[in-house]
């Protein structure tokens, strides 16, 4: 693992020696690089923090292709702080949707009601106070927005860095945290922060991509320790892998002559402050005439009321970061003036679109 334990079991001085000789070359390779393939995207080359740290939180857990839009509708609807404080949380929310990870909207709208004067904070410490704010962003927005001498380490950055250096520290482990946050900051180019951060993630997400990188175009190969020890495809190491869960859902779409409906959930989960349709959740799949015999189910129902069921979808899957849902879709018929569901919202059904619900919901809803 080449001079990099002297980080962590001696002075770290051992391990700059090294690092200084090649940290030049390195920066202005990556920044030579970045110049000509820089991706064009429409928070690059801006210096409103408030811009910055929306299209770091976008992109915390969502690919750029998938965030792209979802960023100039935001920033179109909330283009400041104040817009976005003032802004209720629903409609929050609703432009959020399909996103995922809902809490970084909720966190977002918090944030920004915690600007004093809408006014953006200007110190590292001040944006990394921010609810939902980590050190990486507060890097990302510090540097990028203030040209403050901070690294950004993310994914993209992790990869890089281990591939160049060998590093067989996993990631995700506490040695190998600090160790990358010690060798970030050494590469680090000092006199241009922003450019820098913003070229190496650019190098890890286009050039140092995770499968099957194109080494030989790689203008960083003739020094890259992974490529020359054959083990590029293994770094970098990751002790921990997520464990997933299955859950099974059963959602009830209700035709009540022109009217449906919903409720907000409130549980503290990845889907709180979103809406969506009456809801029985079982450990298993069952089959209809299962669902259909649960006391919960009839437990739905008014007294006396006799709900025509029908159906419409089964077993679709929908795959999260941690778990891995089974959903079916039941459409039921009662009277419009029925006496079911009372502790649900009762809209009419044109007006669904306006609320904003799970992805999942969406693409049981659609034709």
Not at 1 to 6: G, S, T
Not at 29 to 55: C, F, G, H, M, Q
Not at 113 to 139: C, H, I, N
Not at 207 to 228: E, M
Request: aromatic share 12%; glycine share 6%.
């Amino acid at each position: 693992m080449l001079f990099y334990k002297k980080v962590i079991e001696g002075p770290v001085i051992v391990a700059k020696k090294c690092i200084f000789a090649a940290m030049d070359n390195f920066a202005q390779t990556i920044e030579t690089w970045y110049a000509v393939n820089k991706r064009e995207l429409p928070w690059r080359d801006i210096s409103d923090p408030y811009l910055i740290w929306i299209s770091e939180i976008i992109l915390q857990q969502t690919r750029v292709a998938q965030g792209y839009d979802y960023y100039l509708r935001f920033v179109h609807r909330f283009p400041d702080v104040r817009t976005l404080a003032e802004a209720e949380e629903d409609e929050v929310m609703k432009y959020w949707q399909g996103l995922g990870y809902y809490s970084r909207a909720r966190n977002l709208h918090t944030a920004a009601r915690s600007m004093a004067g809408g006014l953006f904070p200007r110190t590292y410490q001040g944006v990394r106070a921010l609810k939902g704010v980590g050190e990486y962003t507060a890097a990302a927005i510090c540097s990028f927005a203030y040209g403050m001498g901070y690294p950004v380490v993310d994914g993209n950055v992790y990869r890089v860095l281990a591939r160049y250096f060998g590093i067989d520290l996993p990631i995700d482990s506490t040695e190998g945290k600090k160790l990358f946050a010690t060798l970030a900051a050494e590469m680090l180019d000092r006199n241009h922060p922003a450019l820098y951060n913003q070229a190496i993630m650019d190098f890890g997400a286009v050039q140092c991509v995770p499968q099957s990188p194109d080494c030989p175009a790689c203008p960083l190969s003739a020094g890259c320790v992974a490529l020359a020890k054959g083990c590029v495809a293994s770094l970098p190491v990751k002790q921990h892998r997520t464990k997933t869960t299955n859950r099974y859902l059963h959602y009830i779409y209700v035709r009540a002559g022109a009217y449906t409906f919903i409720r907000k959930r409130t549980d503290d989960d990845i889907w709180k402050g979103l809406f969506e349709l009456p809801l029985i959740e079982t450990p298993s799949p069952l089959t209809e005439e299962e669902l259909l015999g649960l006391p919960a189910f009839r437990e739905l129902f008014a007294p006396g009321e006799q709900p025509v069921v029908r159906l419409i979808r089964q077993g679709v899957k929908h795959v999260l970061s941690h778990r891995v849902i089974y959903a079916d879709l039941y459409e039921v018929t009662l009277p419009e003036a029925t006496a079911s569901f009372p502790s649900y919202l009762k809209i009419r059904q044109e007006e669904l679109d306006n609320y904003a619900v799970p992805r999942l919901v969406q693409l049981l809803l659609q034709p």
